[in-house]
């Protein structure tokens, strides 16, 4: 395995968890206090303070304590990181499959002749 980790593998590895997508998911629709957060996942407020603690190593989240409750928020930054490499990928698959179908249309053979 590899010893040093991007941010990007960070991002990918803290995504992969269908909890913190959820969590991800809340959070684009606005900031959120981490009892809110936990609200809805059938888990203790420890194993919700755990995931939320990888989001934030990974980039993707980021928390503000103000007195008693420490507030959540996404950072789009992080998901922007990952969007474009998917993209990326996508757009060389497209491009294969394009230079795959106008081969095929170059060698098909015509039913007329």
Do not use: Y
């Amino acid at each position: 395995m590899l010893q040093h980790q991007t941010p990007l593998d960070l991002a990918f590895q803290a995504l992969s968890d269908p909890t913190r997508r959820a969590m991800v998911e809340r959070l684009s629709r606005g900031s959120a206090s981490v009892s809110e957060l936990a609200a809805p996942m059938p888990m203790s407020m420890s194993a919700v303070v755990q995931h939320l603690k990888i989001l934030e190593a990974a980039g993707l989240v980021a928390s503000e304590k103000v007195g008693r409750v420490r507030t959540c928020r996404v950072e789009p930054q992080a998901l922007s990181a990952a969007e474009r490499w998917i993209n990326e990928r996508r757009t060389s698959v497209e491009r294969s499959l394009d230079r795959l179908g106008a081969f095929l249309d170059e060698t098909r053979e015509d039913p007329e002749t």
